[in-house]
């Protein structure tokens, strides 16, 4: 399904619904257990249904934030097990915090640690079912591919690359066919048909006077889904798929349209968050300082050019994480263990503090809260001449987080830029504030399990 623009795992959408009402029922398990009336269940229900919400809410945001509706996390029983412990643990957390600063939710503890266990305990069991039944392709759409040996490749290589593939290749045929069909409109339907097929997707390079044109009309009209490579791929990935990217998708498809209504929300969005968050953060920052200062004497900050909105450079502004003479031998990506790195800088790194100043970025309007990260105009330069798309995502303000900071690990050389340039033009092309609230919740995830920190 898509929302705002944005497209959504519809049995992932399931799998929310269902576990938000397991928080809500193992709730008033809790309650009643402990308080409630159970003589006057309607009565004890509409009472307190607002802690119930509210727990409800907190445990799925917590769920969402550390990563449990991603594939990767829902195809492993012991991810899920151990992203659930430190969700829980958030869960547990945040709702301490509220009921201290709310103090008319009703959320006892004692009827929390009735909940609490309950609620992991079934989401646990409805997690293993569903991985059950996925396994048994219960879950997932039947395709035809008709297109060119590249095309059936590539889906074929998608669907196993894919964590939990939300599809499976049921047929594929390849062009041009071996079998003229011009008087018959009706073989590819019954084709379909008869392989249980939900969707005929279209993966050729060259199509002009080699696709069964009649023959897809009769799908599409009998009710199938038809579409192009390049939109199955966007959908089903989240990406754009550079090496069968054709100018005239860009120019034809819909998105990489934002309007002024869209634009001043997002900035009043992006100003009252930093403004909310550098209060917040205010302590963090002077203790990193403090530490910064003590390990080499060095300056704590560390400023350095970047590639803004429009081409236009600015400078960026962070904690210092190397050592001072880091580029004596000029400017080069971070690697693995990089030695130019200093121990605190590190733990700076890991957690995503060095990144914090830039909330001052995003007050002065060069920067957003979620948006590709910006790159230094020497890489800009380097990486256009091999991927000439890569421009194209300076049409948006860079980002302190990103789609693709989310989907893909830490960029060190051109095919990490490549990777993740296919994820920045999925985000400019459907670019929401739905999409970017979404980007910032699961961000929490990336700092906790320490995604692609170099």
Known sequence: M??????????????????????????????????????????ELMAHGAPAFSYTAVMMASLLSIGLYERAAVGDMRTVAIRMLAAFALGFVLLAVIVYLVRPLDIWRSALLIAMPTSFV??????????????????????????????????????????????????????????????????????????????????????????????????RLGGLRVSEYQDFCERETGRVDLDRLEPS??????????????????????????????????????????????????????????????????????????????????PRWAAIQDARITRVGRLLRRTRVDELPQLVNILKGEMSFVGPRPERPVFVEQITESLPYFPERHRVRPGLAGWAQLNYPYGADLADARAKLEYDLYYVKNWSLFLDLLILAQTLRVIVWGNGVR
Request: with cysteine; hydrophobic share 50%.
């Open 249 to 330: 998708w860009l120019v034809f498809n819909e998105g990489f349209g934002q309007g002024k209504l869209d634009a001043t929300a997002k900035r009043a969005f992006d100003i009252a968050l930093a403004a909310t968050f550098l209060v917040l953060v205010a302590p963090v920052l002077a203790l990193a300082a403090l530490a910064i200062k003590l390990e080499d004497g060095g300056p704590i900050f560390y400023r350095q050019t970047r590639m803004g909105r429009n081409g236009e450079p600015f400078e960026i502004l962070k904690l210092r994480s190397m050592r001072v003479d880091a580029e004596r031998h000029g």
């Open 122 to 219: 079934a989401v646990l069991l409805v997690r293993r079912i569903f991985l059950w039944l996925v396994d048994r392709d219960a879950f997932r759409r039947r395709i035809l591919v008709l297109g060119d040996q590249e095309g059936i490749a590539a889906l074929h290589a998608l669907e196993a690359k894919l964590g939990l593939p939300p599809f499976r290749v049921a047929r594929a045929l390849c062009l041009p066919l071996d079998v003229d069909r011009a008087n018959d409109d009706e073989w590819l339907l019954g084709l379909c048909r008869a392989e249980e097929v939900d969707e005929v997707v279209v993966a050729a390079r060259e199509r002009r006077g080699r696709l069964p044109m009649r023959a897809l009309l009769r799908c």
């Open 2 to 43: 898509r929302i705002f623009r944005h497209h959504v795992e519809l049995r992932l959408v399931a799998l929310g619904l269902i576990e938000a009402a397991l928080f809500l029922t193992s709730f008033y398990v809790g309650y009643f257990a402990r308080y409630a009336n159970a003589d006057l269940i309607a009565t």
